[in-house]
Nanobody, 123 residues
């Protein structure tokens, strides 16, 4: 299983970025996938996940209304659209995949991880 992220970078506050996470050796449509981020000196936190069965989405309050998670099952790609970015969004972002037992509230329950991509938001 391999998760390869692309996107990210540096923007000014109020700007937008989009991440893509291409999954190989993994069935995107039938498993749990999500996005996490880790700021310096902090734990890795889950910020968005999509339910594999009904497509429902969950967002952390810190990104709700600004970030959108989506996936293309046919292409096996998970996306994260990030709008109105703020300096507090600066972190390394990771996509993750796992089985149904994984919890977005616990990074240790996820089995597979992307390589991580830096996002830096300047004020």
């Amino acid at each position: 299983v391999q998760l390869v992220e692309s996107g990210g970078g540096s923007v000014q506050a109020g700007g937008s970025l989009r991440f893509s996470c291409a999954a190989s050796g993994y069935t995107v449509s039938s498993t749990r996938m999500g996005w996490f981020r880790q700021a310096p000196g902090q734990e890795r936190e889950g910020i968005a996940t999509t339910h594999q069965a009904d497509g429902s989405r969950w967002y952390d309050d810190s990104v709700k209304g600004r970030f959108t998670i989506s996936k293309d099952n046919a292409k096996g790609i998970l996306y994260l659209q990030m709008n109105n970015l703020q300096p507090e969004d600066t972190a390394v972002y990771y996509c993750a995949a796992s089985d149904l037992r994984a919890s977005i509230h616990s990074a240790s329950t996820w089995s597979y991880w992307g390589q991580g991509t830096q996002v830096t938001v300047s004020s």
